[in-house]
């Protein structure tokens, strides 16, 4: 269909949107390519290459790791019918709610020398000192590959899972009938099937890992992600930031390619219309056994575990964390959150209508820039919003100075910066929710509405927008939680005695006095359990 | 009131193929006529034109004097004032029947539009259901709220894409004559898209079919199923049976089946070409040397069908003379009844 009138206004938005939104990643792109002799080039001959070394092995290290902790879990989930079956199904998606700054301090508080494990160690065999036994640090990158793994493996377990429910039960039974024991016909049609699926979602986990600053930071092992951090506040230069965001954009770029070229191999294989809710096996005696046991044990240590852990401190030191700083920054991230949730769902309607009305591949162009930095790590999307800003308060500043009238950091000193970073990262939350539930209005319902007088605009606030109200309040839900409980871009982009309720905990955490914040912590978790539901809802309606 | 309505050499283009290609169109007053054709004939992309959903890239579309679209001008749809019925029906979800219908309903007091949707409700026998969602009507219930909604502005022309294959078959022809009447009623012309020629009969003043984005023939459904202009026509509105044959004069033609007698003149001065006769105007007879084989029969209640191979041809032939019954793999002949016949000339 073409609409060759009255267009104007509605692609000036689109195209403002996408360019407007795209505009940190460009900068950063420009500006990691330029020479910076000193900074830059003095991290490269000294620590850059471990810091490389380091984020690639977490990498590594993390996907291997839900690798192992995932793939049988979805298989028992899916296939088989063990005690506790559906309660692991949705309970084991649990620690994704949980920031991993949060598990990786309940961790190291639980393993220290001075940690109730150890005291309980040397009280039952008489040790008296660090010398007399061995104990694993968890503070290194290994114990960081651990909790990340433990928080992230339920992205893998999801996309698994599903992707198993949606093989026909036949292909297997086949398989059976033809001489395969149950293991044999998992590695020979279940897995490979699955390989899309699993590719796609390990290099989601990658991406994810490589994002992490909390956790590496706490544990101070040093990746890309804190030499990005230490570049920005230790030598206050933008351009080695950005060469070192650079390095982490290929690695990104080498995830992204992996996950959407996975994506379409995994489109060509047919899928069943309905998702198949009957088990396979019925496991019996031992193995049923072992399988409740397997699933307890993750979720234990992933999510129960460190909750219990929370809410004791948060009980024992109710007096000291349920204080007015609690209310302040809450009430602080609260407003922020819901200012960018409202932009972001203005803004992806409009360019998400747009592409409704002239549906043509340079139309999803718009959409598509203000998406990209979704993909972006929080420090480096901090990075790349600093350069856009920064540049045009040095241009304004010099405009204005003649008459003495500068307005110095009027961006990248406020809260403009952290907005506009959030919108950047979470406009492709609402877009997506939007745009999917845009595709279930019939196309006739426009044209109907149009032949009846209304025209575009009007159609959007008449029809459209009715029909979508769930899908923009879901929409709203998500990008309002992504925002409360965003960390590191907030971290590097805060202005001066600004906290949000994320670097207010984190502040906490790097203090060794979680406990004070604990009820900001436990708050943070379970604004985190809100999206579980939707994923889990969109997931099951796939189909 | 309505307008007539012309269409002058359209055409539409996706990419580098001609979806409708210098397609010329007439309609008069309170006229229903159906555009009949295959899927992928072109027949939705007219209508849109027509109702300024997409703009042809070529042609003139003129609605009584008005000029709807031309090379320079285009009437956005919203000012067209054109009903429209989908195949979805595209009733909005999120308002009642009486809203729906009422969406249409502009600059009109509330008194008027309240009343207004009280017509249209008795017309369609939906009184009791102004307060109900499209989602608690039947599939009948909506179609008829859908035309309800489509005439309830009194639209200078109503379209509808496809507005029937969503109904069951039992109930699809009380179904269209329901709404035939409802469209009669309101003195309304109609522009009525199809691949069935089932309901093009049962719905349509006249039929245009529609082959590769032009126009065959356009005339009335009896003319154009007796008279077919072309093989194309002739046979997507009934299956048939091409005998060769010799022109001897407008009235006989020589066929290896002996001679047919036409009812009508054909003219034209070419003598070779071929018959195309319909199933009911053929008679099966036994045969042993004859060049038709039974392939199947199969009882259908009142008659037998036969399926038959004549000259490489499948056909299927009623036969309900219950003395004569053939047999699968039977040798047999053909006489062909007196008709007003149709001529293919190559």
Redesign the interface.
Known sequence: MQFKFSLSSWQLIAWTTGLGLSLPLGFLIFESLQSDPQVFTHLWNTVLWDYIGNTILLILGVALLSCVIALPLGWLVAYCDFPGKKLFSWALMLPLAMPTYLIAYVYTDLFDYAGPVQIALRDAFGWQSPDDYWFFDIRTLGGAIVMLALVLYPYLFLIFKTALKEQSHKLVQAAEIMGNTPVQSFFKISLPLSQGAIAAAVALISMEAMADFATVSYFAVSTLTTAVYDTWFGYYSLTAAAKISGIMLLILFVAIIIERYSRRNQAVFERQTQLSDESLYVLTGTKAFAASAFASLVLLVAFLVPVLVLGGYAIDYFEQAWNSEFFLYAWQSLKISALVSALAIVLSLLVVYFQRLTPSPASLWPGRLASTGYALPGTVLAIAVLLPLTTLEEGVNQWLEPYDKAPGLFLSGTLFAIIFAYVVRFYAIAHGSIESSFSRISPSLDMASQSMGRSARQTLTSVHIPILKRGILTAALLVFIECMKELPAALLLRPFNFETLATHVFQYVSDEQLELASVAALFIVVVGLIPLYFINRSMEQKH | MTAQLHLDKISFNYGERAVVDNLSLHLGDNEILCLLGASGCGKTTTL?AI?????PHQGVIRLGETILCDDNQ?V?????????M?????L???LSVADNIA??L?AMTRVNKTNRVKEMLALVHLEDCAHRYPHQLSGGQQQRVAIA??LA?KPSLL?L?EPFSNIDHQVRFQLIADIRRIIKDQRVSAIFVTHSKEEAFAFADTLAVMHQGKIAQQGTPQQLFHHPRSKVVAEFLGTGLYIDAQKQDDYHFDTQFGVVKSQQAVEGSEKSGQLYVRPHDLQLIADESGPVTVLSKRFVGTEYVYRVRVFGQELEVPVNQPEQEFLPGQKLSITITSHAVNFFTA
């Open positions: 849109k109702a300024g959903l997409l703009r285009f956005a749809p919203q000012h067209r004032n054109m009903g429209m989908f195949q979805d029906y595209a909005f979800p999120h969406f249409g502009k909604r489509a502005y379209l894409d």
